[in-house]
């Protein structure tokens, strides 16, 4: 009787694993409950045959394999010790594998618009917002659209590409990565996969499909051509305040940075949420970078906000040695790829003194960052100065205009203050002559973070998807 209600209460929840270790462990422990774990269909677009998943490929989400390890202290604990909560805590969306299309992807505008599906690897993603999805392979794409509106183009996980570009064809480069790993030997330690966190779950910037967001009607795109590139790389590491933030209305400088560069480079922007140096190695979140990098490529570094934290002693380091060692070390295996470290001190919480000027509250840890700098020579791109200007121009009364939640978030930025900080550290790069300089568009003009763009004159079509949740780490 047990196994037979057990078996009816996980007849819709079925996950294929196709790694052998947690299929052996897992899937035969969880048949011996009587709990053969199944997932349902994907929803019926319209535009293929339902699929049957024992044939469609499907695999588990790096964040799958993770609730697959903590389900296998309590599996091993016996038949006796096998909850049905188990299979409800597994019941998570997991994409079937499509197929990855065919290089150059070419589309011209249909009626009806296609639907993204595994059948065809491409299509628009269901649900609000204009979605574009194509299933291709990790790797830089140059991105050729053409519209017949004024349309601001975003990529992956609200990365601006391109702002108010007119009607015409335009092309720009964007990064597409998963969480995969080169694996270690065998009996070497490591993993093959980055240790992603729950709310990375199902985030456009860890999938495998390039997705481009446009606002304006679907009907104003008629061509898009993808195409695999060999470009240089710039990679980000940091926390929430450099991350591509997947949801309105917290905005990091990172995802507006893409923004300000020609087609023939790409941003890749690993930084996220809740990161610090150590957590940033150890989650294998670097190894997945030098896994990437090559020869001309490029690595920003800004990191403190949660380094400094007391509280977090299993990441915590003091500024002036463990925190300074750990970047050295990120510096170096950056050098022995050849690629070019730059280090970024954080930018300024928004806390204003009596006399109207923005107090330190990361005490010596950007001052860390810049000894490093001189000690490796290292190009610094000094944010925490220019964003002192920033806040203090707009004045605390003015300045909640720049971070989340109206001001009442004094860490995390609006869309408008992400914008200025990138610009911030398009300053940081022209000062320091790097050779990025020859990326950059031509129509921003020079900024002085002391003269921000008026808050009031500044428009960003926003992103459809939305979340009060704070930030990780917050």
């Not at 078996?7 to 053969?36: D, H, M, P, Y």
């Not at 150059?104 to 595994?118: G, I, N």
């Not at 597409?176 to 456009?204: C, F, M, T, W, Y």
Request: proline share 8%.
């Amino acid at each position: 009787m047990r196994r037979n209600r057990l078996a009816g209460e996980s007849a819709q929840c079925r996950i294929l694993f196709t790694r052998t270790r947690v299929r052996q462990k897992l899937w035969g422990r969880l048949a011996t409950c009587g709990g053969l774990i199944t997932r349902p269909n994907p929803p019926y677009t319209g535009q293929q045959a339902p699929v049957d998943n024992r044939r469609a490929g499907y695999h588990p989400a790096p964040q799958l394999m993770q609730l697959a390890r903590f389900c296998e202290k309590y599996v091993a604990l016996g038949e006796s010790a096998c909850p049905t909560l188990v299979c409800l805590t597994l019941l998570i969306a997991i994409p079937a594998i499509a197929a990855d299309v065919a290089l150059p992807f070419r589309y011209a505008a249909q009626s009806p618009a296609p639907v993204y599906s595994a059948d065809t690897g491409y299509g628009f993603e269901p649900g609000d917002g204009n979605y574009f999805s194509v299933k291709v392979p990790e790797g830089n794409y140059n991105v050729t659209a053409a519209v017949t509106c004024t349309t601001t183009f975003k990529a992956e996980s609200r990365r601006l590409m391109l702002e108010q570009a007119p009607a015409g064809t335009h092309t720009f480069t964007v990064n597409v990565r998963n969480s995969k790993v080169p694996a270690p030997p065998q009996n070497a330690p490591g993993g093959d996969h980055v240790r992603l966190n729950i709310r990375e779950a199902g985030v456009l910037h860890w999938d495998d499909k390039l997705t481009i967001e446009f606002s304006g009607a679907r009907s104003c795109l008629q061509n898009l051509e993808i195409a695999k590139v060999e470009v240089p790389t710039i990679f980000l590491a940091g926390d929430s305040t450099v991350t591509d933030q997947p949801s309105e209305p917290t905005t990091s400088w990172g995802q507006m940075l893409p923004r300000f560069f020609k087609p023939g480079i790409a941003v890749a922007n690993h930084a996220e949420s809740g990161e610090t140096l150590k957590s940033f190695i150890t989650g294998l979140r670097m190894d997945k970078i030098l896994s990437q990098m090559k020869q001309g490529d490029w690595l920003f570094m800004q990191f403190g906000h949660n380094d400094m934290k007391e509280s977090w002693p299993q990441t915590y380091v003091p500024a002036f040695t463990t925190y300074k060692q750990y970047l050295k070390v990120m510096i170096a295996e950056a050098r022995r790829r050849g690629a070019t470290p730059v280090l970024v001190t954080s930018m300024h919480r928004r806390n204003f003194g009596p006399d109207g000027k923005i107090r330190n509250t990361l005490g010596d840890y950007p001052e860390a960052v810049r000894q490093t700098a001189a000690e490796e020579k290292v190009a610094l791109i000094d944010l925490h100065a220019m964003s002192a200007a920033f806040y203090e121009a707009l004045g605390a009364e003015k300045s909640p205009v720049a971070f989340g939640g109206g001001g009442r978030d004094g860490t995390h930025h609006s869309a408008y203050g992400a914008y200025e900080l990138a610009k911030c550290v398009v300053k940081g790069i022209r000062a320091a002559n790097l050779d990025l300089v020859k990326y950059l568009v031509d129509d921003v003009p020079p900024f002085d973070p002391a003269h921000p763009d008026p808050p009031d004159a500044w428009n960003l079509p926003a992103s459809p998807r939305f979340s009060n949740r704070p930030p990780r780490g917050n």
